[in-house]
């Protein structure tokens, strides 16, 4: 199974099982083949289109009226077509659906699931490619989690729906169609918290999204060299925060791996977070291996912007030799 028919099963057993469960987004409806990579297509012909609402392209108006069918007791999936134009909606996500059960002293909970695609690979350049997980973690009372396969999406997106606050669920729009294991039907991936991919005792490559997939390439092609333990994050916030002490104090070194620029990344708190409570138990410096700090590249740059699998094996083998 891909990652796109583990998200359309994930909706579809969320809709079969919650009639207040429905979809909002440009161009989902069956009638435009159920979104631009075909993630909900076939849901509007099942469910009708009171349900699945294929909407204007106003992004404003979708999280806007997302926000408004939660407060009502619905649990809308909005969709974002590229995580880029979240920021049209910026204020409506982060002032309003984020804050509401804050604001309104735990009495108006705004349970909408936020879809948005990203990510190198497409050379679709600088306005469509952007990881702004970072921007969304800063923001408290929302949810973040990035999918590694098709069996994390699929459990992460079950939990996402049911649960009674905001989550943004980003989905990297590259490593759609790679196959991987189904995923076991009914069963959610709890939020907050890490999986261990691969066991180690040399250092740990922390990574989420697309970027487990390098770092499980890595952890394999430097077998004999080094014993990596991949830790995959796929819950950003909330961060397990005990899993990613325990892999690190097991392995005393850390080499975190994010597809976004470098400064103020998630990969800093990461490295902040083993500062502060791991300190003793390390063996050396905490890496980062990111993006760069320029608007995303076209075509002929974008694979050097990309954390590759070089690069990683290098961060690996300078904190050894630290």
């Not at 849901?43 to 408004?68: D, F, M, N």
């Not at 009502?72 to 059960?101: C, W």
Request: hydrophobic share 45%; net charge negative.
């Amino acid at each position: 199974m891909n990652t796109i028919q583990a998200v359309n099963m994930a909706l579809g057993e969320a809709m079969g099982l919650d009639e207040n469960v429905i979809l909002l987004g440009e161009d989902i409806a069956d009638a435009q083949e159920g979104g631009i990579v075909g993630v909900t297509k076939g849901l509007s012909s099942k469910y009708g289109t009171s349900r699945v609402r294929s909407t204007p392209i106003s992004e404003q108006a979708i999280i806007g009226a997302a926000i408004g069918a939660a407060i009502v007791g619905m649990r809308p999936v909005a969709e974002i077509m590229l995580m880029n134009f979240t920021t049209v909606a910026m204020d409506m996500i982060v002032n309003h659906a984020a804050k509401l059960r804050f604001m309104s002293g735990g009495q108006t909970h705004v349970p909408i699931t936020i879809r948005t695609m990203t990510g190198a690979g497409f050379g679709t350049g600088g306005q469509h490619a952007d990881y702004l997980e970072a921007w969304f973690a800063h923001t408290a009372g929302i949810k973040v989690v990035a999918p590694s396969s098709p069996a994390e999406a699929y459990g992460l997106m079950l939990s996402c729906i049911f649960d009674d606050d905001p989550c943004l669920f980003i989905e990297n729009m590259p490593s759609y169609w790679n196959p991987g294991e189904a995923p076991v039907t009914g069963q959610r991936i709890p939020l907050g918290k890490a999986r261990v991919v691969r066991e180690g005792s040399d250092v740990t490559i922390v990574a989420y999204g697309a970027m487990v997939g390098v770092a499980q390439r890595v952890a394999e092609s430097l077998v004999g060299e080094a014993s990596c333990e991949v830790l995959d994050l796929r819950s950003l916030k909330p961060l397990d925060e005990d899993s990613l002490l325990a892999s690190v104090v097991k392995t005393g070194r850390a080499v975190v791996v994010q597809e976004a620029p470098r400064v103020c990344g998630f990969a800093s708190e990461v490295a902040a977070i083993l500062a502060e409570k791991a300190i003793f138990d390390l063996r050396g410096p905490v890496l980062r291996v990111t993006g760069y700090d320029v608007p995303y590249p076209y075509w002929q740059l974008e694979d050097a912007y990309v954390p590759s699998e070089a690069r990683v094996a290098d961060a690996v083998r300078r904190v050894l030799a630290a």
